[in-house]
């Protein structure tokens, strides 16, 4: 294959991404469209990203306080205390969103990041209380490992998932 080649299949894979991250449930036909490519070969690049793990989901942006359900972070800073592979093997384990069902939160982002604090939380719950019942568990669940928690509430989110929300302007109400 040129290098050409290989080029313009990484731009066709990149103008593809861009018209899923805008609207994945559009229909194949139109995101087809505003790339310039035909349906088949937009099917085709879609089969290959998700093949090469570069899509690994489709989801739905939603109004948590339309579902009466508040958006909160948890920012985690660990101690300097080395994390054993039992504790990442519980972190990325599944079995955690049965835990966090029964609390009625539902995780939406889990990061490990660098900077300030290592690990980001996002996630929707009824109120502040299980919010804070869930930063609580955390810190039991990982004792010794977790020095401090902060949980930031979410009033108005601008954009969610590259998409700007519909309803951004109440912002203007709350500043």
Same mark, same amino acid.
């Given at each position: ?79 300097? *205390?080395?994390?054993?592979?039992? !504790?990442? @093997? %519980?972190? =990325? ?5 049965? +835990?966090? /069902? ?37 810190? *039991?669940?990982?004792?010794?490992? !977790?020095? @401090? %928690?902060? =949980? ?5 989110? +601008?954009? /969610? ?15």
């Amino acid at each position: 294959m040129t290098k050409n080649s290989r080029e313009q299949m990484e731009q066709d894979e990149k103008k593809l991404l861009s018209e899923l991250v805008k609207n994945s449930k559009e229909n194949l036909d139109k995101i087809a469209k505003q790339c310039g490519f035909s349906t088949q070969k937009a099917w085709r690049i879609i089969k290959q990203l998700e093949a090469k793990g570069l899509i690994w989901g489709y989801t739905a942006v939603f109004d948590e306080e339309k579902l009466g359900l508040k958006h909160y972070m948890i920012m985690i800073k660990k101690n300097l *205390k080395n994390v054993n592979e039992n !504790i990442v @093997e %519980t972190i =990325i384990s599944p079995k955690w969103d049965d +835990i966090i /069902k029964e609390m009625k939160i539902t995780i939406e982002t889990s990061c490990y990041t660098h900077g300030c604090y290592d690990w980001v939380i996002m996630f929707t719950a009824e109120n502040i209380m299980q919010a804070k019942k869930f930063s609580q568990l955390l810190c *039991k669940r990982y004792p010794g490992l !977790i020095e @401090e %928690t902060q =949980i930031l509430q979410t009033l108005k989110c +601008i954009r /969610k998932q590259y998409v700007l929300n519909p309803e951004r302007t109440a912002l203007k109400k709350l500043v």
